[in-house]
């Protein structure tokens, strides 16, 4: 009979669907936690004064909340006297599901506040491949100290898989190049990041202690594929021209090693920063890095996420990673910032 009593009982499971009124779903959405730490604590303290008082609140109130869950529930959970409170086998038969209800809400707001405070969660994230080990890390290391609950899935994608992702909401975050289209994004500052030339070091721009653009001219150039950034890349090239520097030949490539041989075998140079350097330059090298004279040529990078979606993960992304680039790689904030957005009668920012 008990164990009757008992499946039906659980039966119930909080919902009374026999009830449709919009009464009925608030109490089941929105008021059920506060009911049942109302009868966990009458039924812990068997007196409604002493429970009225643990619970901060009048008695009267605290009545009628009970009796509203047993007319919810379909099940008498007390008997009153004038002395005591006596609580119905109904009532002991849920009270510990009563209990695990409330460890389980104080579970999901703890969590929720973790979430919401960026120390806890998922954050879909994603860098730029010319991001040096140093600055990975870097960022990797700013998140794990800030935000040490933060699940951080980091991608290498080009700023045009990037954007297609941002689009679509399969990425949370990203560090974008620019000039690119920036419609639908919201972006933090725009960084600087000076760029030298990595070219043979036999050849006769090597012998300046900063290049000229011109002194270049008879060198191929060696650029990342258009795909990838395609704004970014005529960009460079229109800058490289403006400057008087027209590369005879333009190839593709990124690998370090491979890049490194197409500055060898074809007579062709490169353009990175100096961080990036020590990967291909050393004392018995055969290429070296020099700046550019008049610094012409950066990149320029901002963090960027979806419209109205930055949450505190996306905020912690945000924030460490200029620093990273700040403290690896010499980043500095563009003074005056030059068009983010396309121009409607170009593919690229003049």
Same mark, same amino acid.
Request: proline content about 7%; some cysteine; aromatic content about 4%.
């Given at each position: 009979?008990?164990?009757?009593?008992?499946?039906?009982? =659980?039966?119930?499971?909080?919902?009374?669907?026999?009830?449709?009124?919009?009464?009925?779903?608030?109490?089941?959405?929105?008021?059920?936690?506060?009911?049942?730490?109302?009868?966990?604590?009458?039924?812990?303290?068997?007196?409604?004064?002493?429970? $009225?008082?643990?619970?901060?609140?009048?008695?009267?109130? %605290?009545?009628?909340?009970?009796?509203?869950? +047993?007319? +919810?529930?379909?099940?008498?959970?007390? +008997? =009153?006297?004038?002395?005591?409170? !006596?609580?119905?086998?109904?009532?002991?038969?849920?009270?510990?599901?009563?209990?695990?209800?409330?460890?389980?809400?104080?579970?999901?707001?703890?969590?929720?506040?973790?979430?919401?405070?960026?120390?806890?969660?998922?954050?879909?994230?994603?860098?730029?491949?010319?991001?040096?080990?140093?600055?990975?890390? #870097?960022?990797?290391?700013?998140?794990?100290?800030?935000?040490?609950?933060?699940?951080?899935?980091?991608?290498?994608?080009?700023?045009?898989?990037?954007?297609?992702?941002?689009?679509?909401?399969?990425?949370?975050?990203?560090?974008?190049?620019?000039?690119?289209?920036? !419609?639908?994004?919201?972006?933090?500052?725009?960084?600087?990041?000076?760029?030298?030339?990595?070219?043979?070091?036999?050849?006769?721009? $090597?012998?300046?202690?900063?290049?000229?653009?011109?002194?270049?001219?008879?060198?191929?150039?060696?650029? /990342?594929?258009?795909?990838?950034?395609?704004?970014?890349?005529?960009?460079?090239? !229109?800058?490289?021209?403006?400057?008087?520097?027209? @590369?005879?030949?333009?190839?593709?490539?990124?690998?370090?090693? /491979?890049?490194?041989?197409?500055?060898?075998?074809?007579?062709?140079?490169? /353009?990175?920063?100096?961080?990036?350097? @020590? #990967?291909?330059?050393?004392?018995?090298?055969?290429?070296?890095? =020099?700046?550019?004279?008049?610094?012409?040529?950066?990149?320029?990078?901002?963090? #960027?996420?979806?419209?109205?979606?930055?949450?505190?993960?996306?905020?912690?992304?945000?924030?460490? !990673?200029?620093?990273?680039?700040?403290?690896?790689?010499?980043?500095?904030?563009? @003074?005056?910032?030059?068009?983010?957005? %396309?121009?409607?009668?170009?593919?690229?920012?003049?």
């Amino acid at each position: 009979m008990a164990q009757q009593e008992h499946q039906a009982v =659980r039966h119930v499971q909080y919902v009374n669907r026999s009830h449709s009124d919009t009464d009925s779903i608030s109490l089941l959405l929105v008021d059920l936690i506060g009911h049942v730490r109302c009868f966990v604590a009458v039924a812990e303290e068997r007196h409604f004064g002493r429970a $009225a008082a643990r619970l901060g609140m009048a008695q009267p109130p %605290l009545s009628q909340r009970i009796q509203r869950l +047993e007319r +919810e529930l379909g099940v008498h959970l007390f +008997e =009153r006297s004038s002395r005591q409170v !006596t609580i119905t086998r109904s009532g002991t038969l849920l009270l510990e599901d009563a209990r695990a209800l409330l460890a389980r809400a104080e579970a999901l707001l703890v969590g929720a506040a973790r979430i919401r405070d960026g120390r806890s969660g998922l954050l879909r994230a994603a860098v730029p491949s010319d991001l040096a080990g140093e600055t990975v890390a #870097a960022i990797l290391a700013e998140l794990q100290h800030g935000h040490p609950g933060l699940e951080l899935e980091l991608h290498e994608l080009s700023t045009a898989e990037q954007l297609a992702r941002l689009a679509s909401h399969d990425l949370d975050a990203g560090l974008i190049h620019h000039p690119c289209d920036v !419609t639908g994004l919201d972006l933090g500052p725009v960084l600087r990041r000076e760029l030298g030339v990595l070219l043979p070091r036999d050849s006769a721009p $090597a012998t300046h202690d900063e290049v000229p653009l011109p002194a270049l001219t008879g060198y191929g150039l060696v650029l /990342f594929p258009r795909a990838d950034a395609p704004a970014l890349y005529d960009d460079l090239l !229109t800058t490289c021209a403006r400057n008087g520097y027209t @590369p005879d030949v333009v190839r593709h490539g990124q690998g370090d090693s /491979f890049v490194r041989g197409l500055i060898l075998s074809a007579r062709a140079v490169t /353009f990175i920063p100096q961080d990036r350097a @020590p #990967a291909l330059d050393s004392p018995d090298s055969a290429v070296v890095w =020099r700046p550019l004279a008049g610094a012409p040529l950066a990149w320029r990078y901002s963090v #960027a996420w979806p419209h109205g979606r930055k949450d505190a993960a996306a905020s912690a992304f945000a924030d460490a !990673t200029p620093r990273a680039l700040h403290s690896t790689a010499g980043v500095t904030a563009e @003074p005056s910032p030059r068009p983010l957005h %396309l121009r409607p009668a170009s593919e690229f920012s003049l």
